[in-house]
Nanobody, 127 residues
Framework: QVQVVESGGGLVQAGGSLRLSCRAS????????MGWFRQAPGEEREGVSW????????GYGDSVLGRFTISRDNAKNTLYLQMNNLKPDDTAMYYC????????????????????WGQGTQVTVSS
């Protein structure tokens, strides 16, 4: 049974940083591309970032490019999202997702590219 568990969310002031973690179990972690999504109340789920199985290719949404960095440690079955220079608009529930594919390019920010999801971790940025 695949389990996906996010952690690391919290309350931070604008300009601050947080690092999210996501541990996946019940699968061969390095067979899968991974992604981060977020959803604010009343808004659609938004693709934040994706990374391929090896960790040498990744992509970002325009709103986080240059501020967020995705990475993975396959030995630990863990995905990370380093978030710097956080803004109030970054406030959302952040979700980790597992893709059935090992490579993702243009479809990496689309929810339909993923088939397992975590329960989310809340990030709140105060102004």
């Amino acid at each position: 049974q695949v389990q996906v568990v996010e952690s690391g969310g919290g309350l931070v002031q604008a300009g601050g940083s947080l690092r999210l973690s996501c541990r996946a179990s019940g699968l061969t972690f390095d067979d899968h591309a991974m992604g981060w999504f977020r959803q604010a109340p009343g808004e659609e789920r938004e693709g934040v970032s994706w990374i391929n199985w090896k960790g040498d290719r990744s992509g970002y949404g325009d709103s986080v490019l240059g501020r967020f960095t995705i990475s993975r440690d396959n030995a630990k079955n863990t995905l990370y999202l380093q978030m710097n220079n956080l803004k109030p608009d970054d406030t959302a529930m952040y979700y980790c997702a597992v893709s059935p594919h090992n490579q993702l390019e243009s479809l990496g920010l689309r929810a339909r590219s993923y088939n397992y999801w975590g329960q989310g971790t809340q990030v709140t940025v105060s102004s």
